[in-house]
């Protein structure tokens, strides 16, 4: 990577030491070349985009309220650090994940949601409920308990008398599974590729 | 399978792991860097892993018990929806309930569109204006509310069965008294904004619209024209979203914005995120006494990120050099022209 300050796999705090003048700077461009990860990131955690969004914000401007000058060495560091801090804080002051908009499932054709789209969009989730419903029963109830009943890896492991690394393969594999299907590829070609996912 | 395939697979299948990883270990430094490495180390997989997470939150819909009635903003999932109590059966088969549901979507979308066509134009009148430089708060005769940013004009009209108003260029907020039986129309620049009960912004500036939805579903159509396609359909936006239209390009773009932030002018306060520097100028004129020039297009790609205060922008602007590399400097007509820092002085 060219530039080393943002560069995470180095955390010495002497590589560079910029004066406070060059954080707004430096702070613009690592929302340049981070935001997308960023929010990406946030968005394992939060199920919406605008909270995502507001996190990122939030994010930034601790980052640009930082006083100690052996932070900028790290500061993408930082960043994911503060923003993970912040999605948590939030996660639970609400107790519970926050519904998404039903608007949001249409993100993904953006700029113009017409009515095919949003025929498009229903045929998506149909699809989905499809593809989860050729899988085994355990798939789906790990899934099921996870995505929809709020319950951590951990507890699902506890629950269906797992190790947490079979849960987390079992999602895994289920997401994967579905995304392929979505895809158009076929049942036994899915089924083999998510195989490939190892506890 | 071809290479490219196989590698698409292969970022997909790590995508899977990672979104479950990441979940799994919400505190874990060492995870966060190892992915961002991941991701970092062929695009494929940054992109794969957009998808896999797009596919997650898609797949919060199979809590839906009726995807035709608009979900509220937070509901909690207490109750298992008669989809994912289906996921749980040993098998789920394909249903007619949803092929009558499909259809039922568009006859929605088709009868909107009817009730459009039905509108007609009336003639007489109220204008509503802020000359000044502050905003100003109108209620309207059917219980409304406008909330005008500074220079923005509105004409208001009620005498037929919908509500109309027409806006100059500038801003404004509307708090919309909820009648089914008289949609509430803005028109701004080439588009008309139509709302029934609930509370959204328009912004019109040089050919740029934009409508930000705070509360409910705003329809937005380009007027019509004599020879405009009578199969348009009006785009959609529910609250938390902004849609843009440019009127150059052409071009429209839906995403999801921080309303607070957007609406924040009605407390005196512009924020803004990486905004283009043209923008922010646009809005910031709206609260200065003399006009605001940018002197090259390059400055007016700048960009911003800060709060400006409406009733302090002369302090604004004069701060300005230290933030961005430009200089202020007094125009025609005792106005102000920003221009590059590098550029020689007059």
Request: aromatic fraction near 8%.
């Amino acid at each position: 990577m060219a530039d080393p300050v943002l560069d995470t796999t180095d955390d010495r705090p002497d590589a560079k030491r910029p004066c406070s003048a060059d954080r707004s700077a430096l702070v613009s461009t690592l929302f340049r070349d981070n935001n997308r990860a960023l929010l990406n990131f946030l968005l394992t955690h939060l199920s919406n985009e605008q909270e995502a969004r507001e996190v990122a914000q939030e994010a930034y401007v601790k980052l640009l309220q930082l006083d100690q000058p052996e932070a900028i060495s790290f500061l993408r560091t930082y960043l994911f650090r503060i923003a993970g801090n912040l999605a948590i804080d939030r996660i639970r002051r609400h107790g519970r994940k926050e519904r998404i908009d039903r608007l949001a499932l249409f993100e993904e054709w953006a700029t113009e949601p017409s009515v095919e789209q949003e025929v498009l969009a229903e045929q998506e989730i149909e699809l989905i409920k499809e593809a989860i419903g050729e899988l085994k029963p355990n798939y789906r109830r790990a899934f099921v308990l996870h995505k929809f009943d709020e319950r951590s890896i951990a507890e699902v492991a506890v629950e269906m008398d797992l190790t947490p690394r079979m849960v987390r393969t079992y999602i895994a594999r289920t997401v994967f599974y579905c995304r392929l299907r979505l895809d158009g590829v076929g049942h036994a070609e899915a089924h083999k590729a998510m195989m490939g996912i190892q506890a | 399978m071809s290479g490219q395939a196989s590698n698409e697979f292969r970022a997909l299948g790590e995508a899977s792991e990672w979104l479950i990883r990441l979940r799994a270990e919400p505190d874990s430094e060492e995870a966060v860097k190892s992915w961002i490495r991941w991701c970092e180390e062929d695009p494929a997989n940054a992109t794969a892993f957009e998808r896999i997470q797009r596919l997650w939150r898609q797949m919060d819909h199979l809590a839906d018990e009726n995807l035709d009635h608009a979900s509220h903003a937070s509901v909690q999932h207490a109750v298992h929806s008669a989809t994912i109590a289906a996921l749980l059966r040993p098998s789920t088969r394909r249903s007619r309930w949803r092929d009558w549901r499909l259809a039922a979507t568009i006859f929605f979308a088709i009868s909107a569109s009817a009730g459009w066509y039905a509108l007609k134009v009336h003639t007489r009148s109220v204008p509503l204006s802020t000359a000044n430089t502050q905003n100003h708060v109108a209620s309207l005769p059917d219980g409304s509310l406008v909330n005008l940013a500074g220079k923005t004009f509105v004409v208001v009209n009620f005498a037929g069965r919908e509500r109309r108003l027409r806006m100059s260029s500038g801003e404004a907020f509307f708090k919309v008294h909820p009648d089914k039986t008289r949609p509430f129309v803005v028109r701004a620049g080439p588009l008309d904004v139509t709302a029934v009960g609930t509370e959204f912004d328009v912004k019109s500036d040089a050919g740029r619209v934009s409508v930000t939805v705070a509360e409910g579903v705003v329809a937005v159509q380009p007027v019509r024209r004599a020879d405009a396609n009578a199969s348009d359909v009006p785009w959609r936006i529910g609250p938390g979203y902004q849609f843009v239209y440019s009127d150059g390009s052409g071009s429209t773009a839906l995403t999801s914005v921080n309303t607070s932030s957007v609406l924040a002018w009605r407390e005196g306060r512009l924020d803004y995120v990486n905004a283009p520097l043209t923008q922010v100028i646009a809005d910031v004129s709206r609260y200065t006494h003399h006009p605001v020039e940018i002197a090259d297009p390059s400055i007016g790609k700048l960009t911003f990120t800060g709060t400006v205060f409406t009733d302090s922008t002369d302090a604004w602007l004069k701060a300005l050099p230290g933030v961005l590399p430009v200089r202020v400097q007094s125009g025609a007509a005792g106005g102000v022209v920003i221009v590059s820092a590098a550029s020689m002085r007059h």
